[in-house]
């Protein structure tokens, strides 16, 4: 098929649709024949639409949360150790203020990459409390 140049090219907008433009082949049945130009319309004017998502409102900016506080010092009293230690099972449930004050030394935690005795990531919860219990343990 040759090439038609661009200054020899019919006008036409996005929204003008021509049913002679449909290559029927050689379709001879007048409703096969409709039903093609009406799904070459139907295409033709779902491509005319607008993009759904280039409309869409830009995302609110990201809120930066500053923190202030980097370290803490606590003193913790330690008494005398048991003479038997048995492995112990903790289920603890924490008041909100207490659960965001453990999320945060967990998270801070992971945001350092820090690792526990046995060189586990501080991910979890459980992980937390361990590194803080290890470094109680040092001391």
Same mark, same amino acid.
């Not at 799904?39 to 759904?52: E, W």
């Not at 280039?54 to 003479?83: C, D, F, K, N």
């Not at 801070?108 to 343990?137: F, P, Q």
């Given at each position: 098929? !040759?090439?038609?140049?661009?200054?020899?090219? +019919?006008?036409?907008?996005?929204?003008?649709?021509?049913?002679? @433009? &449909?290559?029927? *082949?050689?379709?001879?049945?007048?409703?096969?024949?409709?039903?093609?130009?009406?799904?070459?319309?139907?295409?033709?004017?779902?491509?005319?639409?607008?993009? !759904?998502?280039?409309?869409?409102?830009?995302? +609110?900016?990201?809120?930066?949360?500053?923190?202030?506080?980097? @370290? &803490?010092?606590? *003193?913790?009293?330690?008494?005398?150790?048991?003479?038997?230690?048995?492995?112990?099972?903790?289920?603890?449930?924490?008041?909100?203020?207490?659960?965001?004050?453990?999320?945060?030394?967990?998270?801070?935690?992971?945001?350092?990459?820090?690792?526990?005795?046995?060189?586990?990531? &501080?991910?979890?919860?459980?992980?937390?409390?361990?590194?803080?219990?290890?470094?109680?343990?040092?001391?």
């Amino acid at each position: 098929m !040759p090439l038609i140049p661009a200054d020899q090219m +019919p006008d036409s907008t996005p929204g003008d649709f021509d049913p002679d @433009t &449909v290559r029927t *082949g050689h379709i001879k049945d007048p409703v096969k024949i409709a039903a093609k130009i009406e799904a070459a319309r139907v295409k033709h004017d779902q491509a005319t639409l607008p993009n !759904p998502i280039e409309e869409e409102s830009p995302a +609110p900016p990201v809120q930066v949360i500053e923190r202030r506080v980097e @370290t &803490v010092t606590v *003193g913790i009293p330690l008494g005398e150790p048991p003479h038997e230690i048995p492995n112990l099972h903790i289920n603890v449930g924490l008041t909100r203020p207490h659960a965001h004050t453990f999320a945060r030394l967990r998270q801070a935690l992971a945001d350092k990459h820090a690792k526990t005795a046995d060189g586990r990531d &501080v991910t979890y919860a459980a992980d937390a409390l361990r590194w803080l219990l290890e470094r109680i343990e040092s001391c």
